[in-house]
């Protein structure tokens, strides 16, 4: 079954400090991989994906995605943390059958607190 | 940008009530989908459309159905609303041609069944 897995309810990080929120993911076939970010009673924004190519991936707000295919891993990253960075943030896979549909499948959520 | 509106951002119905929601895009989007959002469950889709009038059943559909009339507007209902479904709802759309494409979302429903 495909599946994806965010192995840390809340991560605390001081501003300025680098930052890492974890993915693990199980599928069958290529992983297309994502990451969203949600602030308070908001819904969700992407922020980059991973389809093929380039491990490292860029995305919005200096955020970055590293791919590592032996490690079955999609960790999100940031050289340099940002209190305005505190917010919940979903790791997704695309599931790979029946088509170009673009259903995802989400993680349970990582809430990142980024202190002072 | 991709707009996505949705009806309510907060609803408080009684149970037993028949509840619409309501979510409207402005991209042309063919996908469009229906979540809830619940704490330690993350997202789990409702149901998915890819176009007009088509539908399929996501992962948790029991007591709810949709409805797509127009390819712009997608709608979710609660027959007869349960305190169980109460949550966090959030529509989104994507595009279905090349992709893997990213979902845009709506800022979300929070809804209250009392």
């Known amino acids: 079954a495909q599946s994806v897995a965010q192995p840390e309810d809340q991560v605390n990080v001081a501003e300025g400090n680098p930052l890492t929120v974890k993915c693990t993911y199980s599928v069958s076939g290529n992983p297309y991989l994502f990451w969203y970010v949600q602030y308070p009673n908001r819904g969700l924004q992407f922020l980059l994906k991973?389809?093929?190519?380039?491990?490292l991936v860029k995305g919005s707000y200096g955020f970055e995605a590293e791919f590592n295919k032996s490690q079955t891993s999609f960790h999100l990253k940031k050289p340099s943390a940002l209190v305005s960075d505190s917010a919940l943030y979903f790791c997704a896979v695309r599931r790979n059958y029946g088509g170009a549909t673009n259903k995802l499948i989400f993680g349970t959520g990582t809430l990142l607190a980024v202190q002072p | 940008d991709v707009k996505v509106t949705q009806s309510s951002r907060y609803l408080v119905k009684r149970t037993g009530e028949k509840v619409f929601l309501e979510c409207v895009q402005d991209?042309?989007?063919?996908?469009m989908f229906w979540y809830r959002q619940d704490p330690g469950l993350g997202l789990r889709l409702i149901y998915f459309?890819?176009?007009?009038?088509?539908?399929e059943k996501g992962d948790i559909p029991e007591g709810y159905s949709v409805s797509r009339e127009k390819k712009e507007r997608f709608s979710l209902i609660l027959e007869s609303a349960s305190t169980n479904q109460t949550s966090m709802y959030l529509c989104a759309t994507s595009y279905s041609a090349g992709g893997p494409n990213e979902q845009f979302f709506g800022p979300g429903t929070r809804l209250t069944v009392l």
């Open positions: 991209m042309d989007h063919e996908n």
């Open positions: 459309s890819y176009d007009v009038k088509m539908k």
């Open positions: 991973y389809i093929t190519g380039d491990n």
